[in-house]
């Protein structure tokens, strides 16, 4: 399989050296990514639709609540060492671990509901 790739390898660099990527089509341009090239063709009209709707796929949308979820932790965890009187005596990274947690079992089982 090396030697395939050290073929494949060579083969590229002497084109490029010959010149032969050159002027081609679409040089400097940035890449059409509005359509998924591996979308059913079947679906790729409804998908357009949904996607210029603002509506995404069930697991990007879930992304964004994650995401969401986790930004407002990291807050969260921030004001409560900011504003805890109990700090005394506990390292803030075990504060923090116990909260972080917290916040992860609660991720955890979220996911096991749905």
């Not at 923090?96 to 509901?113: D, H, L, P, W, Y």
Request: glycine letters at 8%.
């Amino acid at each position: 399989m090396k030697r395939w790739e050290s073929l494949v390898d060579q083969k590229i660099r002497e084109a490029m050296e010959q010149g032969e990527f050159d002027n081609l089509a679409g040089a400097g341009e940035p890449i059409n990514l509005s359509e998924n090239p591996y979308d059913d063709p079947d679906w790729r009209t409804a998908h357009r639709m949904l996607r210029n709707a603002g509506f995404a796929p069930v697991w990007i949308e879930e992304r964004k609540d994650i995401d969401a979820e986790l930004e407002a932790t990291r807050i969260s965890l921030g004001t409560q060492l900011e504003d805890s009187n109990e700090c005394a005596g506990h390292s803030i990274s075990s504060i923090r671990a116990g909260a972080m947690g917290q916040s992860c079992r609660e991720f955890s089982n979220r996911g096991c509901r749905a």
